[in-house]
């Protein structure tokens, strides 16, 4: 799998050097991904539990709370992309979009044109 940042008004953002992700369970154990260049293994994760996925690379920290843990699991190659965009948001599912500071999004591209994404909205 390979990693990317995109910031809205930065563009791709140089992380292959500064990643850091890591996975916990709802029991609290916490496992760190490795990667190489913007590349990693997936783990294997077990049960149905969501996770909570937590991103750094360069100046940008996320977190995701509740990703299911076959989207992290995904057995062939995926690509995971991490994005934030600031306002004006056009996705309904954002509510009270005039106390929104940013979006955060985590997308697992499957394949060209099929992707599953997890919308973390961030309100001030």
Not at 56 to 67: E, I, L, T
Not at 69 to 97: A, H, L
């Amino acid at each position: 799998m390979t990693i990317s940042l995109n910031v809205e008004g930065e563009g791709e953002i140089d992380i292959c050097e500064d990643i850091k992700l890591e996975i916990f369970h709802s029991d609290g154990r916490g496992e760190e991904m490795i990667f190489q260049d913007c590349k990693g293994k997936a783990p294997q994760l077990k049960g149905e539990e969501p996770v909570e996925v937590r991103f750094s690379g360069g100046n940008y920290q996320m977190r995701f709370p509740k990703v299911p843990p076959g989207w992290i699991s995904y057995k062939k190659g995926i690509n995971w992309k991490f994005r934030i965009v600031y306002p004006p948001i056009p996705d309904t599912i954002v509510i009270n979009k005039e106390c929104l500071l940013h979006v955060e999004y985590f997308t697992f591209d499957i394949h060209k044109g099929q992707a599953l994404e997890v919308i973390n909205p961030i309100y001030k």
